[in-house]
């Protein structure tokens, strides 16, 4: 292999990566968010019926960005994922800020953390589509 092939397909690995990591995040914490809802919901002052749904989102999300990152050419799924991370961040964000959800501190600065985690997935998820194109 040539030095101009290795750089040609470097970036498309990091995008890969990238998704991957956000795939295993988001479903992971999803999975979380359904097997311990109670748990979690106590730690953070949240009810489980909001926490439920938003594991199902997250689990659903992460599988799509999953398959996202398998598939042959994953930067045509590459802005949808960066869409909803900035979405989610956004909505992360207001959460926080007017807490519909009774959060507790822990709850809030859970929030406001993941939201952070979210837009550098964001970010870096960008910055690859940028090196592969």
Do not use: C, H
Not at 37 to 57: C, E, F, K, N, R
Not at 88 to 107: D, H, R, Y
Request: net charge positive; aromatic share 10%.
């Amino acid at each position: 292999m040539t030095t101009a092939s290795l750089t040609a397909t470097q970036p498309a690995t990091l995008l890969r990566r990238f998704l991957t990591l956000d795939a295993l995040v988001s479903g992971g914490n999803g999975l979380a968010y359904v097997i311990a809802p109670v748990w979690i919901g106590d730690l953070l002052g949240v009810s489980t019926g909001a926490l439920v749904p938003i594991g199902i989102a997250l689990v659903v999300f992460g599988l799509a960005v999953g398959a996202i990152a398998m598939s042959r050419n994953p930067l045509r799924g590459a802005g949808f994922v960066i869409e909803f991370n900035l979405a989610w961040v956004v909505a992360s964000l207001a959460v926080a800020a007017f807490n519909p959800f009774g959060a507790n501190t822990i709850g809030v600065v859970w929030t406001v953390m993941q939201a952070g985690t979210v837009a550098v997935f964001a970010g870096l998820q960008w910055m690859a589509v940028l090196k592969a194109k």
